[in-house]
């Protein structure tokens, strides 16, 4: 009774310090929105507006349905119709346009005879512009092309954003906030009063880890309100595996804070090793904005020990296909076992550096 007494004074202690820190408070919770804000409406692959010039040599009926198609899709803003490609071409040197749609003589007659010159400086929105521009070419004429698109009809780019940025920020805030946190008791010269006080070493490094574990979830809730509501990602899936996945990763990137805080003897390092460790390959390598099978074939691998990389996974079929948890226990299994592994490997080192 008394040790649980002291285990709730240490987290209560913890709770209010990170309370008074108005710097951390500002991380904690600005970092969502901003983020969430910037890849939601900002950074984004969306195609719309794309500056597009109609090269035909005669305006029929068929041609000119597929211009004014063109002109009343969101995607393409029809800024020009020229005789030849040369001159289309020349309005894509002189950045007046993006991409060039060449209409064949014969393509009244056999729906064929299109080329497409693309501004290809920008290689994914190249690939982009076109597609889009075959798709709604080719639905007008429903025998000749029939797309289906599965769980993201409009083909926005938050669906993908939100499971990923999801996937960062728990990770950054917790294992970062957590290894912060304790290496300050060590540059304070705070530790061994704590460690000689009548709690455990292992209890007051959980409780310290707590108030993090609750602002997490938080973070987690405002993230899935801020997606639902004001980017308008829909949570297909079911909210309680939803939770439970995220608890698992959670406890991984406490972990996580924990092993970088045995051996980190500085804020400054903490820092530091988080964004080595942590920014760059979640980034880079987790699938949050690179398709994973796109990269070759030894950062594939490299992928593999990436945490977010499985949470972000688990997190798109969960909330955007809306799948069971049976088609996700792969990526809970590698992430249990890779959250048993950190815990073990971290509370080994922290009773090395307490001897």
Partial sequence: MIQMKQFFSFVLKETRHILRDKRTMLILFGMPVVLLLLFGFAITTDVKNARTVVVTSQMDHQTQAAIERLS?????????????????????????????????????????????????????MAQQWTNYAMGVIANMNTS????????????????????????????????????????????????????????????????????????????????????????????????????????????LALSLGLLISNISNSQLMALLMSAMVLLMPIVMLSGMIFSIESMPTILQWLSVVVPPRYYIEAMRKLMIMGVGIEEVMREVAILTGMTLFLLAVSLKKFKTRLE
């Fill in 144 to 251: 000749l092309v029939n797309t289906k698109l599965l769980y993201n009809p409009q083909m926005r780019s938050s669906y993908n954003f939100v499971p990923a940025i999801m996937g960062m920020l728990l990770m950054l805030i917790c294992a970062m906030m957590t290894s912060i946190s304790i290496v300050r008791e060590k540059e304070r010269g705070t530790m061994e009063v704590l460690l000689v006080s009548p709690i455990r070493p292992l209890m007051m490094i959980i409780a310290k880890a707590v108030p993090y574990l609750l602002l997490a979830f938080v973070i987690l809730i405002s993230i899935l309100l801020m997606a639902r509501f004001v980017l308008d990602v829909p949570l297909q899936g079911s909210l309680v595996w939803i939770f439970l996945v995220s608890t698992i990763y959670i406890l």
């Fill in 72 to 124: 009343t899709s969101e995607y393409f803003t029809v800024t020009a119709t020229v005789a030849t490609p040369t001159e289309a071409e020349r309005l894509i040197r002189n950045q007046q346009a993006d991409l060039v749609i060449v209409f064949g003589p014969d393509f009244a007659s056999k729906h064929t005879g299109i080329q497409f010159i693309v501004d290809g400086a920008d290689p994914n």
